[in-house]
């Protein structure tokens, strides 16, 4: 099952303060249609079937379901029935981001700058006693639409010691950027989730729309303030960098280590070696008698 609020998983009284968190938060809700202002950037049109339930009455609901509160957010999108899935919307308005950089990096630069930032956060996790994380590969690598300025990704990152073909909880986020700021959905799901829930960010970003004077295109240079953590501030990390040799060949070869992944390098190396043995062949000599 998802990570969703009303998890069954949960022990039996956290499911009672899920629930009547929930009730709470419903009496705030705005259903299918209805015009969200997203501080003074944008307004979103709830899609239909599903639901937008306003902070404070998400912060309830978040700590009763033991999830953080994050800063700069507006509240939680649901579907309906509020069991399936859920996505925290924040809005961040700390200057203007340059969206259009994403054309400078690549895939493997992102995740070797998010690697980074792991590695670097494992000595306090493991002060405190909690178990070192690894980023293991792309769920959905960044996709920037520059016409829409909307930017999409999902990492795997497990604990070290999680087998390698291992799945669980995963964030899809989806971005939004305009002038002032940005607007990101961060949806809560799981990579076998995934599948059946990945239109959702997009959908919605599609019903987010910014206010006259606030969209990306608006941005005045020299006059607009611009978000000093940048692009890496998008993706939660202090700097992006170039990716080394290493991380360019972990990146050939991650999608290897999954379920099947040994018959497909064992394949690869069986066919080099027919390569091989036919080049020695062709080029050998030929020995007159």
Known sequence: MSPSLAQQARPRDQQHDVSVALNHALLTASGGGLHVKLGDQAILTVPEDELFLPSPGADALLRAASRPVPDDYAGIVIDQSAIDWFAILQVVARGHVDADEMTSWTANDLIASVRDDVER???????????????????????????????????????????????????????????????????????????????IPGVVLNHIEYLPGQGFGDFQSGKDAMDSAGLAGVFGIERIRKADFKTRVHAFAAPLVVPGGITLIVAMVGGLTVLLYRWRHVRRPMRRG
């Open 121 to 199: 956060d494992n000595v306090q996790r493991m002060a405190r006693g909690e178990p070192a994380m690894e980023v293991r590969r792309w769920i959905q690598p960044p996709t920037y639409d520059a016409a829409r300025h909307q930017l999409l990704w999902c990492l795997l990152i497990v604990p070290q010691e999680a087998r390698r073909d291992a799945g669980g909880e995963i964030v899809y986020n989806a971005v939004t950027f305009g002038r002032t700021g940005y607007v990101r959905l961060a949806l809560a799901t799981t990579v076998d989730q995934l599948p059946r829930e990945q239109d």
